[in-house]
Nanobody, 116 residues
């Protein structure tokens, strides 16, 4: 059974926006809030790379390539982590994966394609 379920991907034009969601379908809220959650992406022919993470305390880390354009947030009551993406570029194209630590738990990914 898939534990992390991503949604919100799609095709968007350069300069557009998307919001990705990742729901932890099996944890209870009081447990979910203790996890560090993250978004990673993998472009065709490239390795998976960090996009952003958010700790239980709300501290965030962003890849340099997305700083100022992407925002990660979480709703512990809904057991959900979000990635708001703005000013999207072709280089943001890839499969976006949700991650939960500790435990190295991954979702199945959602495709984001930025193209005119």
């Amino acid at each position: 059974q898939v534990q992390l379920v991503e949604s919100g991907g799609g095709l968007v034009q350069p300069g557009g926006s998307l919001r990705l969601s990742c729901v932890d379908s099996r944890s209870v809220g009081i447990i979910f809030r203790a996890f560090t959650m993250g978004w990673y992406r993998q472009a065709p022919g490239k390795q998976r790379e960090l996009v952003a993470t958010i700790t239980s305390g709300g501290n965030t880390i962003y890849a340099d390539s997305v700083k100022g354009r992407f925002t990660i947030s979480r709703d512990n009551a809904e057991k959900t982590v979000y990635l708001q993406m703005s000013s999207l570029k072709a280089g943001d194209t890839g499969v976006y994966f949700c991650n939960r630590e500790p435990g190295n738990v991954w979702g199945q990914g959602t495709q984001v394609t930025v193209s005119s």
